[in-house]
Structure formats: structure tokens, C-alpha cells
């Protein structure tokens, strides 16, 4: 080190020799999910509870093991697809109705709507019933 700074040095550059962070550690928060589809997977992926039913239990065991938690968000991960942002119904809502009729007005097929929601980056587990009513519901 000291003869990379003498080096650097002789050539007329100022080295500064960082002693703390350059970026502030910001503390997280668990994930907050309110009695959605997404709560049973979030609770075992972060503390290991499970349901007091068995079969419940297992379902959810299997089930979580294509889910992942980064930053605090739930994500849908596949071997052949990027991490997929898990959304409730709320937001799954939202997300529909801006691709279908949102600034576009693209107004697109079931399959085709379900394939632009996936390549946005969201998932949920509904997501071809709740599509095919909003495309059935459209009168474009």
C-alpha cells in the first residue's frame, strides 16, 4: 500500500484513503402483508411458521420453495425467467387495467396481456383467471 501511495504520489495524484462507509446503512423492516395470498409463504420464509393444519403445511412448504425475499419483496423466481415482483389483488388490479387500458389503450388478448404482465416483472397466482375476466369484461 505505501508504495502504491508513494507511487502515486510522484506522479502528481492525491490519494484519499476512505475509513467509513460511503453509503449509510438503512435498517429494514419485515415485509408487511395483510391476509393476502402472499402471507403463509412470507411468514415461513422469514420466521419458518407454518399452519397448524398439516396438509396446509405442506402445500405451503412446497409452494414457497419458488419464492424468494430481496430488499423485503416478495418475489416469484423460475429457472428460465427473472425474478417476477409478487403484487396482491389490490395491485394486480392496477397493474391489469394500466396494461389493457391504461395509456396505450392497447386492449389486448388473454394471452398476450398475461405475457406483457410477466415480461413488466409481476406475478400472482390468479393471474390467468384475472385476466381472462378483464379481457371477457372489455367491449373493444
Request: glycine share 4%; with cysteine; charged share 30%.
Amino acid at each position: 500500500m505505501a508504495s502504491l501511495e508513494e507511487r502515486a504520489t510522484s506522479m502528481g495524484l492525491d490519494i484519499e484513503i476512505q475509513r467509513r462507509l460511503s453509503i449509510e446503512e438503512v435498517s429494514t423492516f419485515a415485509i408487511q402483508t395483510t391476509n393476502s395470498w402472499m402471507t403463509p409463504i412470507v411468514s415461513f420464509l422469514q420466521d419458518g411458521h407454518l399452519p397448524q393444519n398439516v396438509e396446509e403445511a405442506r402445500k405451503v412448504r412446497k409452494r414457497a420453495a419458488r419464492f424468494t425475499i430481496l430488499n423485503d419483496i416478495l418475489y416469484n423466481r423460475d429457472f428460465f425467467m427473472p425474478y417476477l415482483k409478487c403484487v396482491d389483488e389490490e395491485e394486480a388490479k392496477y397493474i391489469l387495467e394500466e396494461i389493457h387500458e391504461g395509456v396505450c389503450k392497447d386492449h389486448a388478448g388473454l394471452r398476450s396481456l398475461v405475457s406483457k404482465v410477466i415480461r413488466s416483472g409481476y406475478f400472482w397466482p390468479t393471474i390467468q383467471v384475472d385476466t381472462m375476466e378483464l379481457v371477457k369484461k372489455c367491449d373493444k
